[in-house]
């Protein structure tokens, strides 16, 4: 497994690369936005540990620029910028996790793996399918009516989730737990913008809508009326 660090301050930079590389990892570092910007879009890596305060271009315009090119790759935003409002930006523009320096390396380093276990699962199906909405499993890859749409790693699986509970009322707390790992605070909207980001994905261009927010519940995917 290839891991990215984009980190400008020297000590924690090397200590990430150090760490990361004993317990199994190839480690690439880069200690300024250009470099960091310029190895995401130009590398294969299977994980991206991106600051968001950077010299030259910020973590914020750097993960933008990966997701509007269609790179999926899973992206672990590690920062001192630990407000609500920061980590519902971080999730707006694409992040998978959110990690506040200062940080015990043990749980940068249990949340590395998750986010690595959750991309390599093996699945007994390889598709998931509700009306023209597809989910192929195998290659990670999202369409509907046959038009591709491209996902963050975050949004396919929280679209894989509603998709396997078809016409199951799923809890926040639910969601929470099995996409993000209860990292985030249960009093943020965390859950509501990525349901929002989702549907306005898979639904803004289609007649039928497919995701159904049951009030005090949680969020459902189903067929109008259950079809």
């Given at each position: 497994?290839?891991i990215?660090?984009?980190?400008d301050?020297?000590?924690?930079?090397?200590?990430?690369?150090?760490?990361?590389?004993?317990a199994?990892?190839?480690?690439?570092?880069?200690?300024?936005?250009?470099?960091?910007h310029?190895?995401?879009?130009?590398?294969?890596?299977?994980?991206?540990?991106?600051?968001?305060?950077?010299?030259?271009?910020?973590?914020w315009?750097?993960?933008?620029?990966?997701?509007e090119?269609?790179?999926?790759?899973?992206?672990?935003f590690l920062?001192?910028?630990?407000?609500?409002d920061?980590?519902?930006?971080g999730l707006?523009l694409?992040?998978d996790?959110?990690?506040v320096?200062?940080f015990?390396?043990?749980?940068?380093?249990?949340?590395?793996?998750t986010?690595?276990?959750?991309?390599?699962?093996p699945?007994?199906?390889?598709?998931?399918?509700?009306?023209?909405?597809?989910?192929?499993?195998m290659?990670?890859r999202?369409?509907?009516?046959?038009?591709?749409?491209?996902l963050t790693a975050?949004?396919f699986?929280?679209?894989?989730l509603?998709?396997?509970h078809?016409?199951?009322?799923?809890?926040?707390?639910?969601i929470?737990?099995?996409v993000?790992?209860?990292?985030f605070?249960?009093?943020?909207?965390?859950?509501?913008?990525a349901?929002r980001r989702?549907?306005a994905?898979?639904?803004?261009?289609?007649?039928t809508?497919l995701i159904?927010t049951?009030?005090?519940?949680?969020?459902?995917?189903?067929?109008?009326?259950?079809?």
């Amino acid at each position: 497994m290839k891991i990215l660090v984009v980190e400008d301050e020297i000590k924690i930079g090397d200590y990430l690369r150090q760490g990361l590389s004993e317990a199994g990892f190839v480690t690439d570092l880069a200690r300024n936005g250009l470099d960091g910007h310029h190895q995401a879009m130009t590398e294969s890596y299977d994980l991206i540990i991106l600051d968001v305060m950077l010299p030259d271009i910020d973590g914020w315009r750097i993960l933008q620029s990966m997701r509007e090119a269609g790179n999926s790759v899973p992206v672990l935003f590690l920062t001192a910028r630990d407000s609500v409002d920061d980590r519902v930006k971080g999730l707006e523009l694409g992040a998978d996790d959110y990690l506040v320096k200062p940080f015990a390396f043990s749980e940068l380093l249990a949340r590395v793996r998750t986010l690595l276990r959750r991309g390599a699962t093996p699945v007994t199906e390889t598709t998931l399918k509700i009306a023209d909405l597809e989910l192929d499993l195998m290659r990670r890859r999202v369409t509907r009516g046959g038009q591709r749409i491209q996902l963050t790693a975050k949004e396919f699986a929280l679209l894989e989730l509603l998709m396997r509970h078809q016409g199951e009322v799923l809890p926040r707390s639910l969601i929470a737990s099995q996409v993000w790992d209860m990292n985030f605070d249960s009093d943020t909207n965390v859950i509501d913008v990525a349901i929002r980001r989702v549907r306005a994905k898979i639904e803004d261009d289609f007649d039928t809508k497919l995701i159904h927010t049951v009030r005090g519940m949680g969020y459902m995917l189903d067929l109008p009326n259950g079809d």
